[in-house]
C-alpha cells in the first residue's frame, strides 16, 4: 500500500528533484558556472565586436576618390552657340537672301540691305543667363566690318541681346523669342600695371639681347646657342612665323644703368626660386651669370620652367600621398586583426580551459 504524507513532511525528492535525478551532481555550483561563463562571453563579445565594429566602418566609410567629370558634364547646356550662329545670320542677311534667318526666328524678316554691306568676322558670347527654366537671354559680341559709301570697310566692336526659348520637349532645341537687341557693350579697364616698372635701351646690350633672341626664336635668323644658359635644348620655331622682328619698348624688374651688361643682377635666381617655390633654380645663378650677354634673354625661359617644374613637384607628391595612403590599408588591416586575436586570446583560453 502507498502511504501517505501528512502535512507536515517535508519530501527530501520534491524539494531538490535535480538531486534525485542527477544524484551525484552538484547542481548550484553548475548553474553559477555556466552563468559565469555566459556572461565572460557576452563580455568579451562586446570587447570584440567593438574594434571589429569600428575596422569595419573605417573601411566601409573610406571616403573614395572622385572621378573626373566627363566633358558632357563639364559642358554647360546652354544656347551659346545658337545663340552665336543667329546673330551670325542677322548680321549677314540681306535683301537678297531673307530665308537664312528664318531657320533661328520663324517668323522672319524682310531686310533692306544689300549683299556684302556688312560682314560679321568674329564672335563670342559674352554671358549666358537662364532667369526661369526654358528661358535664355545671351549676349554675344560681334567684330563687325561695315562697308561706308566710297568703299571701304571699318571694324567695329558691337554687342547684341538674344532671347532664346528651349523646347520642353526636346532639351536642346532653340528657338529665337525675338529680333537680337543691340546693347552697350562692357567697359574696358585702364591700361594694366606692370611689374616692370624699369626701361631699359632699345639700342643697349640688354636690348640688343633680346632682340637678338626673339629674331633667332621667331624669325629663324641666327643661333640660339648664344643667348641660352649651356645644356638649355631649345628649337626655333618651325616654319619660322615671322621674317623679322622690331622691338618697340622694353621693361625690367631691376633697373639697369645706361651701358650695362645684359645680365640680372646678383639675387635674380634666387628671388625667381623663391616666387616660383622652386629650390633647385637657386643652383642656376652661375648659369645665369656665365651667359654673357644673353643671360638676361633667359630669365623668362627659366621662369617657365620654373613654373613646369613646381607643377610637376605638386602632382608627383599629390601621387606619393596617394600611393602612401593605400599602402597604409594593408597594416591598418593587419593591427586591427591582431588587436582582435590579442583581445581574444584570453577569452579563448578561458573557454576552453573553463
Known amino acids: 500500500m502507498r502511504r ?33 561563463r555566459g556572461g565572460r562571453l557576452a563580455a568579451w563579445s562586446v570587447v570584440l565586436a567593438s574594434p571589429l565594429v569600428t575596422l569595419l566602418a573605417l573601411i566601409l566609410l573610406r571616403p573614395t576618390p572622385s572621378a573626373a567629370p566627363s566633358a558632357d558634364e563639364r559642358s554647360e547646356r546652354d544656347p551659346r552657340g545658337w545663340a552665336e550662329m543667329y546673330v551670325r545670320a542677322w548680321l549677314s542677311v540681306s535683301r537678297d537672301d531673307p530665308a537664312s534667318l528664318e531657320t533661328f526666328y520663324p517668323p522672319g524678316m524682310k531686310s533692306q540691305r544689300a549683299v556684302g554691306s556688312q560682314v560679321p568676322v568674329d564672335l563670342a558670347t559674352l554671358t549666358a543667363t537662364s532667369p526661369s527654366t526654358g528661358v535664355w537671354s545671351v549676349v554675344v559680341a560681334v567684330n563687325l566690318l561695315t562697308q561706308q559709301p566710297e568703299g571701304k570697310r571699318i571694324a567695329k566692336l558691337v554687342c547684341v541681346q538674344v532671347s532664346m526659348l528651349e523646347s520642353p520637349a526636346e532639351p536642346g532645341a532653340y528657338v529665337a523669342a525675338a529680333l537680337p537687341s543691340p546693347v552697350a557693350c562692357p567697359a574696358t579697364l585702364g591700361s594694366a600695371d606692370l611689374a616692370y616698372p624699369e626701361t631699359a635701351e632699345l639700342t643697349g646690350p640688354i636690348g640688343q639681347s633680346v632682340l637678338g633672341f626673339l629674331t633667332a626664336y621667331l624669325a629663324g635668323q641666327g643661333s640660339l646657342d648664344r643667348y641660352t644658359a649651356p ?57 645665369i651669370t656665365n651667359a654673357g650677354q644673353g643671360g638676361a634673354s633667359i630669365v623668362d625661359t627659366l621662369r617657365a620652367k620654373a613654373s613646369s617644374l613646381a607643377q610637376q613637384q605638386l602632382a608627383a607628391q599629390k601621387a606619393g600621398s596617394s600611393i602612401r595612403s593605400d599602402r597604409m590599408d594593408m597594416p591598418v588591416a593587419v593591427m586591427g586583426l591582431a588587436f582582435i586575436g590579442f583581445l581574444a586570446f584570453p577569452c579563448i583560453y578561458t573557454l576552453l580551459g573553463g
Do not use: C, N, W
Open 4 to 36: 501517505r504524507r501528512s502535512r507536515g513532511e517535508t519530501s527530501e525528492t520534491g524539494s531538490r528533484p535535480l538531486s534525485r535525478l542527477v544524484p551525484d551532481a552538484d547542481v548550484e555550483p553548475a548553474l553559477r558556472s555556466v552563468a559565469r
Open 231 to 287: 645644356g638649355t635644348s631649345l628649337a626655333p620655331t618651325a616654319p619660322a612665323p615671322y621674317v623679322a622682328v622690331q622691338l618697340s619698348s622694353l621693361r625690367t624688374h631691376e633697373k639697369f644703368e645706361p651701358g650695362q651688361a645684359a645680365r640680372p643682377l646678383d639675387g635674380t635666381a634666387t628671388r625667381l626660386a623663391e616666387s616660383m617655390g622652386v629650390r633647385e633654380l637657386k643652383d642656376l645663378g652661375h648659369i
